[in-house]
């Protein structure tokens, strides 16, 4: 019986990478350096329905947007829906719009909420990707990608994660000293190539 | 008045965001062809079915909901009314894994782009294609 921790002893690794890519990506498209390090924690996944929870108010205490992408091992899995990750971006409603602006991205209305969970949904897209780039090049067999899923507030059925799994990496990026951007990480056992 | 004899460039994307940049940065580069839009491969199949003719380049994305670009790009090398038109993939999976898999789908690809990219990469990979 399995009660606590993480199957995947690489993931402090994996949050390295995912910390690394999310600075560059940001360095890259409009030199933004960000206030610190990024504040990385274990957290343990909280569980309902074989799904994990992910609730934006938990994280800001104001409505926020939330968006997932998840990993497959291969495209048999994808096509199960047995993920073995996600990716889970939280931004405050308030800050979306500021934050996609700061990135280049055009943004004609920024009070439609349609647009702004677009937008936190395009930002967790190049996010992930980037990420998964990441661990292909650290050797990692090439993960399976889904599409986001984007909601407000929480997503309301949960987020597909790997059941051997019961600890994700929580990392908080800081922009002007202020909590801009958060992502919650988890990942199952990724083989070497 | 239109110019008729312009072609159009097809921008498939689930990101209204993303199909917004990527037209604002070909327009704002002075490319003058008009633009059809899908956000997902099904939808982009009814398009192109409608519009082929007058399709010159395909923009596509690869993570879209229900069919993926690989899939949909998968299907239209099969189809020899379309597998002619050229595809530059505009993605966020930048590995050389996922731009080998693109390239064995569709050997003629045309391009891959990376997001998020800068506006002249892009410009650059789609201009020969225009017409």
């Known amino acids: 019986m399995f009660f606590g921790g993480s199957v995947n002893k690489d993931l402090d690794q994996f949050a390295k990478m995912l910390n690394r890519s999310v600075e560059k990506m940001f360095m890259d498209r409009n030199e933004i350096r960000f206030s610190k390090d990024p504040d990385s924690e274990k957290r343990l996944i909280i569980e309902y329905g074989g799904l994990m929870r992910a609730d934006g108010l938990e994280k800001y205490n104001e409505s926020s947007f939330i968006s997932y992408i998840n990993y497959y091992l291969n495209a048999k899995d994808m096509e199960k829906n047995k993920a073995v990750g996600a990716i889970v971006v939280y931004i405050e409603q308030n800050y979306v719009a500021t934050l996609l602006k700061m990135l280049k991205y055009p943004l004609a209305d920024d009070e439609d909420l349609d647009a702004l969970a677009d937008c936190c949904g395009t930002l967790c897209n190049i996010i992930a990707g980037a990420f998964k780039t990441e661990i292909s090049k650290a050797g990692y067999i090439e993960l399976e990608m889904s599409h986001f899923t984007s909601y407000r507030n929480r997503a309301v059925v949960g987020v597909p994660f790997c059941f051997n799994e019961r600890e994700k990496i929580e990392s908080t990026f800081f922009i002007q000293n202020q909590k801009r951007l958060i992502i919650e990480m988890t990942m199952g056992v990724v083989p070497k190539r | ?131």
């Open chain 2, 1 to 131: 008045m239109a110019d008729t004899n312009i072609k159009k460039i097809l921008v498939i994307d689930d990101s209204t965001l993303e199909r917004e940049l990527l037209i604002e940065i070909l327009k704002g580069s002075g490319i003058k062809n008009e633009f059809l839009q899908a956000r997902s491969g099904e939808q982009a199949i009814e398009i192109l079915g409608r519009n082929y003719k007058d399709v010159c380049i395909i923009l596509l994305d690869w993570q879209m909901p229900e069919m993926s670009g690989l899939e949909f790009m998968e299907g239209v090398v099969k189809v020899p009314a379309v597998a002619k038109i050229p595809i530059v993939m505009v993605t966020a999976s930048g590995s050389d894994d996922n731009k080998r898999q693109a390239k064995q789908v569709n050997p003629a690809l045309a391009g891959y782009v990376v997001k998020p990219y800068e506006p002249e990469i892009l410009v650059d990979a789609i201009k020969a294609y225009l017409k």
